[in-house]
């Protein structure tokens, strides 16, 4: 694909091959539902299935390979009728509504398909070597532009998902799904670690439980593809769509999930007017804050939320405050964990943390009575995160362990203070102006130091960086006058 002069960049080749791995794994997808099933139908006409048109190697190819998909296949799957009888239409529509056919050789487009078709998705060894494959491709996005935004780290999504521990036939809702790594950890979970799926019934379930909003059109289709690997038949949960659009009064109980999941952008800007859609005290642009205020409302009366924030959420002021105080007031916000700068990185440098908490009953306030905080440190030896070692799973295992049982006063049994964690009551929280960016105080770091001492050592660094610049300068010119 880097040989073909249409595709700009990584991002491009990654949003072309997502509509090619989709109708493949769809196309395979079909193929056993066929043999299962004598009355099946495909929503798909027969000549845009990808068996008719690119399973065969040797088939179309050159020009005519580009004019069949420019000018037909993908202007007849933007259009595809969709039917409530044959929800998997609604799928295909939604996958295709901003498709786009970036290459301009036809004989390198063959190439590529030709490479897709050594694929079995009905192969379970084809599907799980795959499964490596795609999931590398989307951690590719974290370095291509502003891409990067649509994925959180595997360690990050399996540890938030863990420590939620979704049950069989709650409903989970991630309302900014990117490629949907949440969403797969709380399948995983379900199925495979917490071993709740025993019979085809549970199966079932499980599918009808699973969730998901994504307004971008690549993440969208990488996500829809992603559940499609992971077994989901018809993910027609998952919407095309900004749930930030809807008014906050329109969503009722019909709309209440049981658990939520996500990392919402942060940074940005919603667009004017996206804003009113809240009430008038939440009112504010930036995305992060609005999810924030979404989610509290989303979840049920004991439904259970974990959410990626950065630092400027938790000190922030003004609209910040009056957020944080309806989460205190509505929810159990009973642990955050502090991650270190570079687990976002190359995407962003900006500090986060992972906030825990319970919808407190209907018409009880002041459901926070106490904050544990846990600082997660780097890895032995580590300074920073970057692209070849990113965080692991298993750095988390200190947190699991100090974790705890939950106790019936929404509290953890077994927690202790340590170098790591420390206490904060919703008080003392409050006194502070709901600030939550709570230093760990076992740190002797007490703050950035005196000003004097700052600009001394400034004053001295400018001193010496001035020195070695004049010595490179007199290096060069002898160089210079030596090979003249």
Known sequence: MRK?????????????????????ILDDRETEEELLDDDFKSPLPQKYRWRNWAADDEGMTGDTLLDFIDNQLIPKLKSLPVSTKNPRSVVIRGAFDDANQY???????RQVVNKINEIDFNNSKDRHLFGDVYEQILKDLQSAGNAG??????AVTQFMVQQTAPQLGERVLDPACGTGGFLTAVIDYIREESGQVKK???EETLQESIHGVEKKHLPHILCTTNLLLHGIDVPSQIRHDNTLSRPLRDYGPKDRVDVIVTNPPFGGMEEDG???NFPKAFQTRETADLFLVLITHLLKDGGRGAIVL?????????????????????????????????VFAPYT???TNLLFFTKGQKGKKGATKDIWFYEHPYPPGAKSYNKTKPIRIEEFDAEKKWWGQPDTRGGFKGRKASERAWKVSAAEIKENGYNLDIKN???SDTGPGDPDDLLAELESIRTASSQTLDQLKSELAAALANQN
Request: glycine residues 10%; aromatic residues 8%; proline residues 6%.
């Open 441 to 443: 105080p076992h740190n």
């Open 103 to 109: 290459m301009k050789n036809g004989t390198l487009m």
């Open 349 to 351: 440098g900006i500090k």
């Open 4 to 24: 073909d002069a249409g595709t700009y960049g990584d991002a491009q080749r990654i949003e072309q091959l997502a509509w090619m791995f989709f109708l493949k």
């Open 200 to 202: 085809p019934a549970h």
């Open 149 to 154: 935004e649509f994925y959180t780290p595997r």
């Open 310 to 342: 950065p630092d400027g959420t938790l000190f922030g002021e003004g609209v910040k405050t009056r957020i944080k105080e309806r989460l205190l007031d509505e929810c159990n916000l009973h642990t955050i964990v502090r991650l270190p700068n570079g």
């Open 274 to 276: 996206i804003e009113l």
